[in-house]
């Protein structure tokens, strides 16, 4: 069992960068494949970023390629994402999510076993 805590959600204009940080508990972390998500109101959670256990890979979707960074930090127990040249489009609440019965990169929802409360990003125009 692992809890996952996001923090780092905010209100920032068009163009602004924003570091999401996910905190996870317990001594296994390194051995998780982590995603981020997002969630607008009406519309389904999508996938945003993956890295890997070792944090050698990582992938994206399409919206946000060349915008937005996922790192983590095993030591830390922390996986991060770097969100920059924000557009209001990117408004939706962050969720991290973490999946420790599969290796690689997991883009689907519905493989991750464990999610956090989710942290708000606003995103004005």
């Known amino acids: 069992q692992v809890q996952l805590v996001e923090s780092g959600g905010g209100l920032v204009q068009a163009g602004d960068s924003l570091r999401l940080s996910c905190t996870a508990s317990?001594?296994?972390?390194?051995?998780?494949?982590m995603g981020w998500f997002r969630q607008a109101p009406g519309v389904e959670r999508e996938f945003v970023a993956t890295?890997?256990?070792?944090?050698?890979?990582?992938y994206y979707a399409d919206s946000v390629k060349g915008r937005f960074t996922i790192s983590r930090d095993n030591a830390k127990n922390t996986v991060y994402l770097q969100m920059n040249s924000l557009k209001p489009e990117d408004t939706a609440v962050y969720y991290c999510?973490?999946?420790?019965?599969?290796?690689?990169?997991?883009?689907?929802?519905?493989?991750?076993?464990?999610w956090g409360q989710g942290t708000q990003v606003t995103v004005s125009s």
């Open positions: 999510a973490a999946e420790a019965n599969q290796n690689g990169l997991i883009t689907a929802a519905s493989r991750y076993d464990y």
């Open positions: 317990g001594r296994t972390f390194s051995s998780y494949v």
């Open positions: 890295i890997s256990r070792s944090g050698a890979r990582t």
